[in-house]
């Protein structure tokens, strides 16, 4: 299973800017789909996550700005960044919670990362 993140870039402060994410290869599911982010010296950080269902969660600092969604059928994840600021700079990884071809449980994976940088 592989996970192949687009987007990113560089965006002004108030600006926005749409993450996509795509998984590939032999599964036989895809439960929860997410956002992470993990700025420099920092932990990485849940931002959104989506369940198979379509139920959201958000981080306090994502909520009202940020909207995650996802496509069943495309095996697409996206996040749409709105009102960026500064503080939201940070490599962006798409995750997945996918049970592979053959398994009998899910296992999570990662995206390899693009970076958001919001100028001021």
């Known amino acids: 299973v592989q996970l192949q993140a687009y987007g990113g870039g560089l965006v002004q402060a108030g600006g926005s800017l749409a993450l996509s994410c795509v998984a590939s290869g032999r599964f036989y599911s895809i439960y929860d789909m997410a956002w992470y982010r993990q700025a420099p010296g920092k932990q990485r950080d849940l931002v959104a996550l989506?369940?198979?269902?379509?139920?959201?969660k958000y981080a306090d600092s994502a909520k009202g700005r940020f909207t995650i969604s996802r496509d069943n059928a495309k095996n697409t994840v996206s996040l749409q960044m709105n009102s960026l600021e500064p503080e939201d700079t940070a490599v962006y990884y798409c995750?997945?919670?996918?049970?592979?071809?053959?398994?009998?449980?899910?296992?999570?994976?990662w995206g390899q990362g693009t970076l958001v940088t919001v100028s001021s």
């Open positions: 995750s997945a919670d996918v049970r592979g071809a053959g398994m009998s449980t899910s296992r999570r994976y």
């Open positions: 989506i369940t198979k269902s379509g139920s959201t």
